[in-house]
C-alpha cells in the first residue's frame, strides 16, 4: 500500500496524505489556468428535450447473470449496429469502487478492451492510492461495443443511462467513478468540468451511491499535469476501511 501511494504521488508530481487538504496538493503544481480546457470529445449536437425524454424498452433482467448474458448476445441492443465486439464488465459484486467509462478502448493490436494496458495500468494505481485494492473494483462501460466514430448518438443517451442505473443496482458499490466527458453527460447531463466540481449521487432502485466524476486514464498519460487535478477529485471519496 505504501509503495502504491508514493509511486501515485510521485506520478502526480506532488507529496501529500490522503487527509491533506487539496489546496496542499495544488501548491505543489505550476500555477493551473483559470480555466482547463476540456480534452476534445466527440459527441453529437445536443437534441431538444422531447428528443432526448424518450427512453427504448430494452428488456433488462433482474438478475445479474441473466443481464451480462443479455449484454453478451442479445442482437437487440443500440450498440449491435455498431460492432459485433462486446466488451463485459469485470469485477465481483458489491465492489467497494465500480468504474465507469462511455465506451471501451483498442488496443496497439486493435483488440477492444476496457482499459487499454496502459491505461489500465494508471488506473489500477489511482484505485491503490486510495485503498482499493485488487478484488474490491468492478470495471464496465455505458457501452459494450466501440463505435466506429467514438461517438454516442444522443438519442440513445436516456435509454443507456436507464441500463447502467439498472447495471448499478445488480451490482450494488459503495462508490462509483466516472471517467469523462461523455459518461458524465450521459450519467450526470453535465459536462465533465462541470461534473468533476462537487461530490456526486447516483439514485437506482431504492439506494443512492456517492460518486465522483474525473480525467480518463488516457487523458491523465496524455497530459501529466491534469494528475494532480484528479487526486483531488479522488479525494472527495469516502475513504475506505481496511479489510
Known amino acids: 500500500m505504501i ?25 505543489a503544481e505550476p500555477a493551473m489556468p483559470p480555466t482547463i480546457a476540456a480534452p476534445p470529445v466527440a459527441v453529437t449536437e445536443r437534441l431538444t428535450d422531447v428528443a ?10 433482474p ?13 437487440g441492443l443500440i450498440e449491435a449496429s455498431w460492432s459485433r465486439s462486446r466488451v463485459l464488465p469485470q469485477g465481483a459484486l458489491e465492489p467497494e469502487i465500480m468504474v465507469i467509462s462511455a465506451l471501451p478502448e483498442k488496443n496497439r493490436n486493435g483488440d477492444v478492451q476496457l482499459f487499454n494496458p496502459d491505461n489500465r495500468k494508471l488506473l489500477e494505481k489511482m484505485l491503490s492510492a486510495i485503498g482499493c485494492e485488487s478484488g474490491q473494483s468492478y470495471l464496465t462501460t455505458i457501452a459494450v461495443s466501440a463505435s466506429v ?59 443512492k451511491t456517492e460518486a465522483i466524476v474525473t480525467f480518463h486514464p488516457r487523458i491523465l498519460i496524455e497530459r501529466p499535469l491534469f494528475k494532480a487535478e484528479a487526486w483531488k477529485d479522488l479525494q472527495m471519496l469516502t475513504r475506505i476501511s481496511a479489510p
Not at 438478475?63 to 442482437?75: C, G, H, P, Q, R
Not at 443517451?157 to 450521459?186: E, M, Q
Open 52 to 61: 432526448r425524454a424518450s427512453v427504448r424498452d430494452e428488456p433488462l433482467p
Open 149 to 207: 466514430d467514438g461517438r454516442i448518438d444522443e438519442q440513445h443517451w436516456p435509454s443507456l443511462k436507464n441500463r447502467l442505473l439498472h447495471h448499478i443496482g445488480l451490482v450494488r458499490p459503495k462508490r462509483v467513478i466516472c471517467f469523462g466527458d461523455l459518461a458524465a453527460k450521459i450519467i450526470f447531463d453535465q459536462d465533465m468540468l462541470t461534473a468533476r466540481k462537487n461530490k456526486q449521487f447516483i439514485n437506482h432502485s431504492s439506494s
Open 63 to 75: 438478475v445479474y447473470d441473466d443481464f451480462i448474458a443479455w449484454l453478451a448476445d442479445d442482437n
Open 3 to 27: 509503495e502504491s501511494l508514493q509511486h501515485w504521488w510521485s506520478l502526480a508530481g506532488v507529496e501529500l496524505d490522503y487527509s491533506d487538504q487539496p489546496a496542499a496538493l495544488l501548491a
